[in-house]
């Protein structure tokens, strides 16, 4: 069974920046992409950021590209986004999840199963 466990999360002030984390753990995690996604209160789930298995391609929503980076460590099994000049608008719970194969990293449904995220609150 897959877990992940977000973290980093936390409440900052606009332009700051935070690094969240994402330890997955009971499958394959250095075979599958990875992606971030966030959710704000009544706002659908949104596509924030993905990676290959490889890390050779990395993939932003339009909304965060220039100022968050998705990176992967595959000996910790761990996948990070770290998010600079952060603004109102980013804040929203954090998930990261596995891309099934075959799916489309822009899709939420196209991943496995979410866990509990990590709060973002950016204060203006």
């Known amino acids: 069974q897959v877990q992940l466990v977000e973290s980093g999360g936390g409440l900052v002030q606009a332009g700051e920046s935070l690094r969240l984390s994402c330890a997955a753990s009971?499958?394959?995690?250095?075979?599958?992409?990875m992606g971030w996604f966030r959710q704000a209160p009544g706002a659908e789930r949104e596509f924030v950021a993905a990676?290959?298995?490889?890390?050779?391609?990395?993939y932003y929503a339009d909304s965060v590209k220039g100022r968050f980076t998705i990176s992967r460590d595959n000996a910790k099994n761990t996948v990070y986004l770290q998010m600079n000049s952060l603004k109102p608008e980013d804040t929203a719970v954090y998930y990261c999840?596995?891309?099934?194969?075959?799916?489309?990293?822009?899709?939420?449904?196209?991943?496995?199963?979410w866990g509990q995220g990590t709060q973002v609150t950016v204060s203006s």
């Open positions: 999840n596995y891309l099934r194969p075959g799916g489309s990293i822009y899709n939420p449904q196209a991943f496995g199963s």
């Open positions: 009971g499958r394959t995690f250095s075979g599958s992409s």
């Open positions: 990676i290959r298995w490889n890390g050779a391609g990395t």
